[in-house]
């Protein structure tokens, strides 16, 4: 952990964006961890689509947004998130990275940001660099598979983008070149590397060691299927009191013609980020490239174009002039990493998003902005990190700047930690529904696709596509409409009406009422997320063969006292979330309420996540005709699926029908998360 000056709370031990301890006379009085995060091409607003221009007219709700990147980054260095240790099996790598995607799905994400060469090595079998040490425990030994291909495909086949994240200096986290493998670049090329800090890095100002790390860099741009090419803030190590950066030599040989050897180190850094721009999209257009530096650029005190703001300037600190990147375009989105509560004096939160929104404006370069999700309710930080809502606060603030294209949450483990419940109410706030990533590039939009068929089953309305004539089809976007009205482009303006997106043809929907009818429509995006117009509509009639109802916690009909706690910890839920409560002598139910078109006999199935810490007897009591009926119901086992709790007959019109009660005197959380009704 690194002490910060004032009492304030030291940051995670390792992070995209730590900082030396001696660098405090520079840093704010809070300094917080860096991702990185990636993004590409051609400047142009984003996919204007038929749909798109038609809709520009619509009132659309700003909680809805129809596209919007959503992502998390998921850290190797250090084992900080995947893999947990080192040493896994590769059967246990695979689980955990599969846990980590299913995660961001849950969220309503819609990209990764994977870390796959933290310390000049690397996530697959690369030519230039040695296996991590962070997959097996040893440098250079494989893990028995290739990492990068397997995340790669995992990731596409739930249509999650993947930005591989690069860290292009740091050699080793320790000042020992003798522990790196022997084979190992630093170690042939001595004269590429220097130690500062008690950490080895590649020296940035070296032609060579420019055009290496950019060649392993490409080895995997041009071998895999990433979607974006990502850089977090380590660039010329941080600085570290009394010492100084050993790179006189270099200077000497290299830095003619430069006023300073600032300036010429700046430049070492600025042909890093154009050259790496150029090449990747010389390779790959779609792919994007993207930064994501520290916060703050430079403050107005010491530069009129800066931020109203108090803190280490990354343009002197680190020489990352991310200004100047944004204005040339060298880069496709801009992530800083705003790591700091609305109202900080030292750099609100507010200040810093207005300042970067204003700084991208008319370039055609993305922001997203790099959200603590690691302070939100941990121990030490800030009161304001004690409030639920202050990661919430932050998007609700964006919506004020239309050039916030996004956002990204550091880290993966903060994510699925969910402390105070504050990312519960970031997506409960803000990722109610899909959100289509970002479009960007000039490219056409592919043709619309036809829907082939739409039934009715008990498991939803099943639905089929074909691809359109022409385009490059990667990915489908499904809307449906309630009743069966004329197409309106409105209908595509934001997402309430948006259901899915998929790289399949197929698709169930299990939320759709056996009651309503609907009508479908997709449309097909690129590479680049250019949305082709939507295809004619499908109608489904309301089904005919019996009536059936979801009631998920989430819903207007439930219904639980104030000493019912909300989670989101297990991946068996229903939705976004449940709730739980202590059993207690006292009934104190939890109800699910259901509008029942007529009295008759109805299968009750509930929904709940097992844990072997949940209760063993909890009281699941039905509002039959009669009578409440009780079933008693043992948490531990049998979730992440509907449990059948038996046929009842239950009355018509809008009642409770399933309750939960407290009343048990088995131990364990008793857990209320979705009910269905079914007429049979």
Request: proline share 7%; net charge positive; charged share 15%.
């Amino acid at each position: 952990m690194t002490p910060h000056r004032a009492g304030r709370p030291p940051r995670p031990p390792v992070t995209p964006g730590r900082v030396a301890v001696a660098v405090l006379a520079l840093l704010l009085t809070v300094l917080a961890p860096a991702p990185a995060a990636g993004a590409s091409a051609a400047p142009s607003p984003a996919g204007v689509t038929a749909a798109a221009s038609a809709s520009a007219a619509c009132a659309t709700d700003p909680a809805t947004p129809k596209r919007q990147l959503r992502a998390m980054w998921i850290a190797s260095v250090a084992n900080v998130d995947w893999p947990s240790r080192t040493g896994l099996s590769a059967a246990a790598q695979q689980a955990e990275f599969r846990s980590w995607l299913d995660l961001a799905v849950q969220k309503r994400m819609n990209a990764v940001i994977v870390q796959v060469r933290p310390t000049a090595d690397a996530f697959w079998p690369s030519p230039y660099e040695p296996w991590s040490h962070w997959l097996t425990g040893t440098q250079g030994t494989s893990p028995g598979y290739d990492p990068m291909a397997f995340m790669v495909a995992e990731a596409h086949a739930r249509n999650l983008e993947l930005h591989a994240w690069f860290n292009p200096y740091r050699v080793a986290n320790h000042a020992d070149p003798d522990q790196l493998v022997a084979s190992h670049p630093a170690r042939r090329n001595p004269g590429w590397r220097f130690a500062y800090g008690g950490k080895l890095y590649y020296n940035p100002g070296i032609p060579a060691v420019r055009a290496f790390i950019q060649d392993a860099i490409m080895d995997a741009v041009t071998r895999y299927d990433v979607d974006g090419v990502h850089m977090d803030d380590y660039f010329y190590p941080y600085p570290v009191s009394g010492e100084t950066i050993p790179d006189a030599a270099a200077h000497a040989q290299y830095g003619s013609g430069f006023p300073s050897v600032h300036d010429w180190r700046r430049d070492n850094v600025n042909r890093l980020v154009r050259e790496l721009d150029q090449r990747v999209h010389a390779a790959k257009p779609w792919v994007r490239f993207g930064v994501s530096p520290f916060g703050i650029w430079r403050n107005a005190a010491t530069d009129p174009l800066g931020s109203q703001t108090s803190g280490l300037q990354s343009y002197d600190a680190i020489y990352a002039d991310t200004r100047l990147w944004v204005k040339q375009g060298w880069v496709d989105y801009i992530a800083p990493q705003i790591y700091w509560h609305i109202g900080f004096a030292t750099a609100d939160y507010q200040v810093l998003t207005a300042w970067w929104a204003g700084t991208v404006a008319n370039t055609g370069v993305q922001l997203l902005v790099g959200q603590a999700a690691y302070r939100a309710g941990a121990s030490g930080q800030d009161a304001a990190w004690q409030r639920t809502a202050e990661l919430s606060d932050h998007l609700t603030y964006n919506r004020r700047h239309p050039e916030v294209a996004g956002d990204v949450f550091f880290s993966a483990k903060d994510v699925r930690a969910d402390r105070i419940g504050a990312m519960t109410r970031t997506v409960t706030d803000h990722y109610s529904r899909p959100a289509l990533v970002p479009a960007y590039g000039t490219g056409t939009a592919p043709s619309a696709p036809a829907i082939t068929s739409a039934t009715r089953g008990s498991g939803g309305v099943t639905l089929s596509w074909q691809r359109g004539g022409s385009g490059s089809s990667v990915s489908y976007a499904l809307y449906r409409v309630d009743g069966t009205p004329a197409s309106d482009p409105c209908f595509f303006a934001d997402a309430r009406n948006l259901v899915t997106t998929t790289r399949g043809t197929t698709f169930t929907d299990s939320t759709a009422a056996a009651g309503r009818a609907y009508t479908y429509y997709t449309t097909a995006l690129d590479r680049a997320q250019n949305e082709s117009a939507p295809s004619a509509g499908r109608a489904v009639a309301a089904g005919t063969g019996g009536f059936s109802v979801v009631v998920d916690n989430r819903d207007p009909g439930f219904t639980a006292g104030s000493a019912w706690g909300t989670s989101s910890f297990s991946a068996q839920r229903h939705g976004t979330d449940y709730r739980f409560a202590s059993p207690v002598a006292a009934s104190d139910p939890a109800w699910f309420r259901a509008t029942l078109p007529s009295a008759g006999s109805y299968r009750v199935e509930v929904w709940y996540p097992a844990d072997p810490g949940y209760n063993s007897a909890t009281p699941f009591l039905v509002a039959a005709t009669g009578g409440n009926q009780s079933v008693a119901v043992d948490q531990r086992t049998g979730g992440g699926q509907w449990r059948t709790l038996g046929t009842f007959t239950l009355p018509a019109g809008t009642v409770n029908v399933v309750g939960v009660s407290r009343w048990t005197s088995a131990a364990g959380y008793v857990v209320a998360d979705a009910a269905r009704i079914t007429r049979v």
